[in-house]
């Protein structure tokens, strides 16, 4: 199984990123506008639509307010994975940074490139978005593994 992973350095407090974030039905359309076309919600399942025209199911399996982690899984989408399982977490840097890391782990292991690729390209207009709402201009991106 291949694991994606990337971090990203974000002016704007942990509170402020959890706060889009663990929005499950909402957080995909805040945080990604231009790179996420649309996100419905049915139950606990919702349907992110991104403008390339992937569409994606994701069920939620958890949100752990504490570690200010969101975890959900991918039970359908048109590159039709065997398995990918996601997490997003917050955690705190300073006083007025936060450092997004964000898990991709899929099946088959050849989705890992598009899959790099595709959260490089969002984490660019999450950066872009979150420090905009909260009024801050520079992140750094960080890159771990893939």
Do not use: C
């Not at 790179?35 to 403008?51: A, G, K, N, P, Q």
């Not at 200010?68 to 048109?78: K, L």
């Not at 782990?105 to 790099?116: E, N, Q, S």
Request: charged residues 25%.
């Amino acid at each position: 199984m291949a694991s994606v992973q990337r971090e990203l350095l974000i002016e704007a407090t942990a509170e402020e990123v959890w706060s889009v974030i663990r929005d499950f039905g909402g957080g995909p359309d805040r945080m990604a506008p231009g790179f996420v076309s649309s996100t419905s919600l049915e139950d606990d399942v919702r349907i992110v639509t991104f403008t390339d025209g992937t569409v994606a199911r994701e069920r939620l399996v958890t949100i752990d307010e504490e570690a200010r982690r969101i975890v959900y899984a991918v039970i359908g989408d048109t590159l039709q994975p065997v398995h990918d399982n996601s997490s997003m977490q917050v955690l705190p840097e300073g006083t007025d940074h936060s450092r997004l890391v964000w898990i991709h782990d899929v099946l088959p292991d050849d989705l890992a490139k598009p899959l790099a690729a595709a959260m490089e390209q969002g984490f660019a207009v999450i950066k872009q978005t979150l420090e905009s709402a909260y009024g801050r201009e520079e992140a750094h991106a960080i890159h771990n593994g893939s």
